[in-house]
């Protein structure tokens, strides 16, 4: 997931602010090709998810809209992941392949294999510690990525897993076909109190910081760009041939290792090819998120991937430099009338082509942009005042910061905002640390980039 910094007082937030009130554009659609027709893949890579595989097949036997074919890469763990995944699989009446390597080697040559080998038109990643809750979540990603021929991925809302969506998903008829059901024992449920500890304050930081950048920045990046940066990786459909055309680009460039978070990539690439990354409001997943204490090597992994890709794609990034150019080229367009003879015609259509990114940017890169300024400018800012002991200043953005992030994390918390006011003062504490030690990974990427020249940047 991309690593936007919470800081709500910038410019990228006041878009996402605004497009709370605004409609999306209206233009006269090219016909939609017929979703009905699609075929799904779900390609599932897992590592020791010996106490999630199960739920994460029920929540796909659960499905509206059944896969084709489940693929289960169990990378190299050599647990109890796949003998439970064939008797689930053998009960439910899921097709399930699976792939077993020797040694791990990550999720992205998954996803490469997988958009190379499988003829699907839609390559559905579902990871081994995910489910989906919402019975219809691969139906209306489905649905919305065949809207037009210009979107690549499509995704719901992601939110932390929790004790009571396991408890909930194992009393379904789905989850009972498992034989071992009836006597089913959640690990979960005997963690000791210390692990408790620290997985509740994850989930709890996890769903504010979650809520906050899909029901509040994405939300305001459909409406004014029609896609956000990236899709959440852990859920998500994508049109299988521009994921493989894409591999097929990069691969000789990067290998297997596009950067430390394969999907802030992925979205990016598809991005600078003029595909659109959609998330959706109203289906949800659930992910397990780890402790407390594995919180800044993910974060790293996150923080580093978004600089990373920003650096691959500067182009994106260089987007508001080349606003005027843009602007004089559609205003001759509509005035020649080529505009209109446009065979494709749909909602925030742009042509394809990496190409064009170069000579006039993308819509989207406004908001890379801006999330960069503010991922840099906030803590750098925090850190001047805090050297030069400019007290006052820093008591003053501080308070109005949390004021504001909270304001708009009560606005998008439907339903619980008094308990979500409180979860995001309590986490308010980490948020900071963990925004501080984001620090380091800026210093160390700025180190590579301009004094080393270290570009192996990846896991």
């Known amino acids: 997931m991309a690593t936007a910094p919470w800081f709500v007082l910038s410019p990228n937030a006041l878009l996402s602010a605004i497009g709370l009130l605004r409609g999306p554009d209206k233009t006269v659609p090219t016909p939609a090709e017929d979703w009905r027709t699609a075929v799904v893949d779900v390609v599932i890579p897992a590592y020791k998810e010996e106490d999630n595989i199960i739920h994460c097949l029920a929540s796909l036997a659960r499905q509206t809209l059944p896969p084709r074919n489940v693929i289960l890469v169990e990378d190299g763990s050599r647990d109890l992941t796949v003998p439970r995944a064939r008797e689930y699989a053998a009960a439910a009446g ?10 791990s080697i990550g999720k992205t040559p998954t996803i490469k294999r997988q958009s190379r080998e499988f003829d699907s038109d839609v390559e559905f990643i579902l990871d081994g510690d995910t489910f989906l809750e919402s019975p219809d979540y691969i139906e209306r990603c489905v649905q919305e990525l065949y809207q037009g021929i210009g979107i690549a991925s ?29 006597t089913y024992d959640d690990p979960h449920k005997h963690r000791g109190a210390l692990h408790s500890l620290w997985w509740w304050v994850t989930n709890t930081y996890r769903e504010c910081l979650y809520l906050f950048l899909q029901r509040f920045v994405y939300k305001g990046q459909m409406v004014f760009f029609g896609s956000i940066t990236n899709p959440v990786g852990c859920a998500v459909a994508y049109r299988r041939k ?33 595909y659109r990354n959609i998330q959706l409001q109203d289906v949800l997943a659930r992910s397990e998120e780890p402790e407390v204490q594995r919180l800044p090597r993910q974060v790293y992994l996150w923080s580093s991937s978004f600089l990373q890709s920003c650096y691959y794609f500067d182009a994106l990034l260089r987007t508001p430099f080349k606003s005027l150019k843009r602007w004089r080229k559609r205003r001759q367009e509509k005035q020649s009338g080529v505009e209109e003879l446009r065979r494709i015609k749909e909602q925030y259509r742009q042509p394809f082509g990496e190409q064009y990114t170069r000579e006039y940017g993308r819509p989207i890169g406004w908001a890379m942009f801006l999330s960069a300024v503010e991922k840099v400018g906030f803590p750098t800012a925090l850190i001047v005042m805090l050297i030069l002991r400019m007290w006052e200043p820093l008591a003053v953005t501080l308070i109005a910061e949390l004021l504001v992030s909270l304001s708009v994390l009560v606005v998008v918390a439907r339903g619980a905002r008094i308990a979500t006011l409180l979860k995001g003062i309590a986490i308010t504490p980490l948020r900071y640390t963990l925004m501080v030690a984001d620090t380091y990974t800026m210093a160390r990427f700025a180190v590579d980039l301009w004094l080393t020249g270290n570009r192996k940047w990846r896991k």
């Open 242 to 274: 521009y994921v493989k055309d894409l591999f097929d680009k990069y691969e000789p460039i990067f290998g297997d290792d596009l950067t430390n978070s394969e999907d802030i990539f992925i979205g990016f690439a598809l991005n600078n090819e003029g």
């Open 154 to 182: 499509a995704c719901g809302t992601i939110l932390p897993m929790r004790p009571k969506d396991r408890h909930a998903l194992a009393q379904t008829p789905e989850f009972h076909r498992w034989h071992g059901a009836p």
């Open 94 to 103: 899921l097709h399930l392949t699976v792939i077993e390597r020797a040694a």
